[in-house]
């Protein structure tokens, strides 16, 4: 990984955008799912494995996401890869609103 | 006769043939066999003995299935309890059970502690996962140690093998007593109408906890057919990719889960030309996705299937009169027999609504301590001494004896497959202060089947929001009981008597579907 120092422009952009969204779908998950509790929310946490998003709780994401930042999600794309944690959902919602 | 006799001889046949396949990893009948003896002893060890209750909180593992059979091998009697559950209901079902060990997943730690304590637990827990307490054995150093089969626990088929705690109208969970003997012959009476066979591959995203999932686990190893076991159906798309991957022949599932199904409709991105059979329980299939899912995987084979927890499963309709009878759920299965009687008890004849009842080897033993739900629900049949089982749905039959579901005799409803008791919901939005009245129904829904929608009348003086009430439920009971609705009003409709009258909410959201 490059520091941001040397980092290209569409880069730097791009994390700051992952860092922002990632915030939005963090306070979203908190007060949805973990009644405000989310002191053990990590950034990588697996949000089915532990219980914190149910088969329900993952329709409710993709609405949440789908009106919140814009974006179509189809049935193809609610996959693990994209939103099994706060990291994947924010690469996944920066590539979506590329 | 015993249930665990099944996966002894699949263990023998099948020569290293996966049993179970999940998250990419194949376990082998003799491997579960294997695994199972040293959990079974590792019980007797810590005291199980014949008869015990032996309660789980597992999400869909290969730790489950191995859980299954090893209390079975010691002797005991499953309880597998729903994961979703909350402290509070699984500290009642510790108790009600009186459960001598519980098998839990540490990823629900917190939980599981809450219960035991609150209880007062005087049983064993076997944590999955990293050991989280001093208190408590662990389940991989128990599967660690040498293998030794367990000691014979001297069972008979007449002895119980499951307990599945299931809703009732009063809102309070009665578990529903299954022995070896109605186990043995549902397994065999379900996989015979389904003609499934050992090269069967059957793809299940029902929880284990939920006697519809675990019985996909007991027919594989009776048939000796492998079970690719999903944890979820969160992610359909992956799950349904599996069917390519392992050549999966059959799918059982809920309304809910073929809804999803169908949205991937018409399917260029699936393969799913390895599939058998479909089938369906727990709720009515809707005629219009029968018809789309026959147009759209020609090959498939539709089971419309109708059952419940105190009997396993009541019938099938034979898919070759499925065309006629989209609706119906067919007549009762092998070795089942069913009729429906009027409010005096007499028999219904063609097209008359009333009670169906079940008589058969299928048919529960009772609810665990709770006579007087079990006299009422288990009552004389013609032949001396025998039980038989009303079932509190209401059906009618057509001229040539196939059975249509009408309703339930009580508020009781289903929300994707699962029974959902509004009392137990409105107890608990009752626990607020500024909640002065509540009124749960059921609203037809596509996806659900039945979603729960909840009328509140706030108190005097007291302002309620509708967060709050989603916050309160969701920290009270498990998710699929969350409403998904919440109405405030200022009053609710009462009869003279002053009883909240539900019927008459339910039927204005049915006038505006």
Same mark, same amino acid.
């Given at each position: 990984?490059?520091?941001?120092?040397?980092?290209?422009?569409?880069?730097?952009?791009?994390?700051?955008?992952?860092?922002?969204?990632?915030?939005?779908?963090?306070?979203?998950?908190?007060?949805?799912?973990?009644?405000?509790?989310?002191?053990?929310?990590?950034?990588?946490?697996?949000?089915?494995?532990?219980?914190?998003?149910?088969?329900?709780?993952?329709?409710?994401?993709?609405?949440?996401?789908?009106?919140?930042?814009?974006?179509?999600?189809?049935?193809?794309?609610?996959?693990?890869?994209?939103?099994?944690?706060?990291?994947?959902?924010?690469?996944?919602?920066?590539?979506?609103?590329? | !006769?015993?249930?665990?006799?099944?996966?002894?001889?699949?263990?023998?046949?099948?020569?290293?043939?996966?049993?179970?396949?999940?998250?990419?990893?194949?376990?082998?009948?003799?491997?579960?066999?294997?695994?199972?003896?040293?959990?079974?002893?590792?019980?007797?060890?810590?005291?199980?003995?014949?008869?015990?209750?032996?309660?789980?909180?597992?999400?869909?593992?290969?730790?489950?299935?191995?859980?299954?059979?090893?209390?079975?091998?010691?002797?005991?009697?499953?309880?597998?309890?729903?994961?979703?559950?909350?402290?509070?209901?699984?500290?009642?079902?510790?108790?009600?059970?009186?459960?001598?060990?519980?098998?839990?997943?540490?990823?629900?730690?917190?939980?599981?502690?809450?219960?035991?304590?609150?209880?007062?637990?005087?049983?064993?827990?076997?944590?999955?996962?990293?050991?989280?307490?001093?208190?408590?054995?662990?389940?991989? @150093?128990?599967?660690?140690?040498?293998?030794?089969?367990?000691?014979?626990?001297?069972?008979?088929?007449?002895?119980?093998?499951?307990?599945?705690?299931?809703?009732?109208?009063?809102?309070?969970?009665?578990?529903?007593? !299954?022995?070896?003997?109605?186990?043995?012959?549902?397994?065999?009476?379900?996989?015979?109408?389904?003609?499934?066979?050992?090269?069967?591959?059957?793809?299940?995203?029902?929880?284990?906890?939920?006697?519809?999932?675990?019985?996909?686990?007991?027919?594989?190893?009776?048939?000796?057919?492998?079970?690719?076991?999903?944890?979820?159906?969160?992610?359909?798309?992956?799950?349904?990719?599996?069917?390519?991957?392992?050549?999966?022949?059959?799918?059982?599932?809920?309304?809910?889960?073929?809804?999803?199904?169908?949205?991937?409709?018409?399917?260029?991105?699936?393969?799913?030309?390895?599939?058998?059979?479909?089938?369906?329980?727990?709720?009515?299939?809707?005629?219009?996705?029968?018809?789309?899912?026959?147009?759209?995987?020609?090959?498939?084979?539709?089971?419309? !299937?109708?059952?419940?927890?105190?009997?396993?499963?009541?019938?099938?309709?034979?898919?070759?009169?499925?065309?006629?009878?989209?609706?119906?759920?067919?007549?009762?299965?092998?070795?089942?027999?069913?009729?429906?009687?009027?409010?005096?008890?007499?028999?219904?004849?063609?097209?008359?609504?009333?009670?169906?009842?079940?008589?058969?080897?299928?048919? !529960?033993?009772?609810?665990?301590?709770?006579?007087?739900?079990?006299?009422?629900?288990?009552?004389?049949?013609?032949?001396?001494?025998?039980?038989?089982?009303?079932?509190?749905?209401?059906?009618?039959?057509?001229?040539?004896?196939?059975?249509?579901?009408?309703?339930?005799?009580?508020?009781?409803?289903?929300?994707?497959?699962?029974?959902?008791?509004?009392?137990?919901?409105?107890?608990?939005?009752? @626990?607020? @202060?500024?909640?002065?009245?509540?009124?749960?129904?059921?609203?037809?829904?596509?996806?659900?089947?039945?979603?729960?929608?909840?009328?509140?009348?706030?108190?005097?003086?007291?302002?309620?929001?509708?967060?709050?009430?989603?916050?309160?439920?969701?920290?009270?009971?498990?998710?699929?009981?969350?409403?998904?609705?919440?109405?405030?009003?200022?009053?609710?409709?009462?009869?003279?008597?002053?009883?909240?009258?539900?019927?008459?909410?339910?039927?204005?959201?049915?006038?505006?579907?």
């Amino acid at each position: 990984m490059s520091s941001a120092y040397n980092a290209n422009p569409s880069q730097l952009l791009s994390a700051v955008d992952e860092t922002a969204i990632g915030l939005q779908v963090r306070t979203y998950i908190i007060d949805n799912f973990l009644l405000g509790a989310g002191d053990h929310l990590q950034d990588g946490t697996q949000l089915m494995e532990t219980g914190i998003l149910d088969s329900t709780g993952v329709m409710e994401l993709v609405a949440f996401l789908e009106s919140a930042f814009d974006v179509v999600i189809a049935e193809e794309e609610i996959i693990p890869e994209n939103l099994n944690s706060l990291d994947n959902i924010s690469a996944f919602i920066v590539r979506k609103s590329r | !006769m015993l249930v665990h006799h099944y996966l002894r001889d699949s263990a023998r046949q099948s020569l290293g043939k996966p049993a179970i396949i999940i998250a990419n990893q194949a376990h082998s009948f003799q491997e579960i066999d294997e695994a199972s003896d040293r959990l079974a002893s590792g019980l007797q060890g810590l005291g199980v003995r014949r008869g015990d209750r032996v309660a789980t909180m597992l999400d869909n593992s290969i730790e489950m299935v191995i859980a299954l059979w090893a209390t079975l091998k010691a002797g005991a009697v499953f309880v597998p309890v729903s994961p979703g559950t909350k402290a509070d209901k699984l500290g009642f079902l510790l108790a009600d059970s009186e459960a001598a060990a519980l098998i839990a997943s540490t990823d629900f730690g917190q939980r599981v502690e809450d219960a035991t304590t609150r209880v007062s637990f005087d049983g064993v827990t076997i944590w999955v996962g990293d050991k989280i307490e001093a208190t408590g054995a662990s389940l991989s @150093e128990i599967l660690a140690r040498p293998r030794r089969p367990p000691a014979d626990p001297g069972l008979i088929d007449q002895d119980l093998c499951l307990i599945i705690y299931t809703s009732g109208s009063t809102g309070s969970p009665k578990g529903v007593m !299954m022995t070896h003997r109605n186990i043995y012959n549902n397994v065999w009476s379900i996989s015979t109408y389904l003609r499934n066979q050992p090269d069967d591959v059957i793809l299940s995203v029902l929880p284990l906890s939920f006697d519809y999932g675990l019985f996909q686990v007991l027919t594989g190893a009776r048939i000796g057919f492998t079970v690719v076991l999903e944890r979820s159906f969160a992610y359909p798309y992956d799950v349904l990719n599996r069917i390519a991957q392992y050549r999966v022949t059959g799918l059982p599932g809920v309304p809910t889960i073929f809804a999803k199904l169908l949205q991937f409709a018409p399917f260029e991105g699936l393969e799913l030309s390895s599939l058998r059979y479909l089938s369906n329980t727990a709720a009515p299939f809707p005629a219009a996705h029968i018809l789309a899912l026959r147009k759209l995987i020609p090959q498939v084979t539709i089971f419309s !299937m109708y059952g419940l927890t105190e009997c396993t499963r009541v019938s099938f309709l034979d898919p070759s009169r499925l065309e006629a009878k989209l609706t119906s759920v067919g007549r009762a299965m092998p070795n089942s027999e069913t009729y429906i009687l009027d409010d005096q008890g007499r028999r219904c004849g063609p097209r008359e609504i009333g009670e169906l009842v079940v008589r058969g080897t299928s048919v !529960m033993r009772g609810y665990w301590r709770r006579p007087n739900e079990t006299t009422s629900t288990l009552r004389d049949g013609d032949i001396p001494g025998e039980k038989i089982l009303f079932t509190g749905d209401l059906f009618w039959k057509d001229e040539e004896g196939d059975l249509y579901f009408v309703g339930r005799r009580d508020d009781v409803f289903k929300c994707r497959g699962e029974k959902v008791s509004p009392r137990e919901v409105e107890a608990c939005l009752y @626990e607020l @202060e500024a909640v002065a009245e509540v009124a749960v129904v059921g609203m037809p829904d596509s996806t659900d089947g039945m979603a729960i929608k909840a009328y509140v009348v706030p108190r005097e003086g007291h302002v309620i929001s509708e967060p709050m009430l989603r916050q309160q439920c969701l920290r009270r009971l498990e998710p699929l009981l969350v409403p998904r609705f919440f109405e405030l009003c200022t009053s609710l409709p009462k009869t003279e008597s002053g009883k909240i009258m539900t019927a008459a909410l339910r039927s204005s959201l049915r006038a505006a579907e």
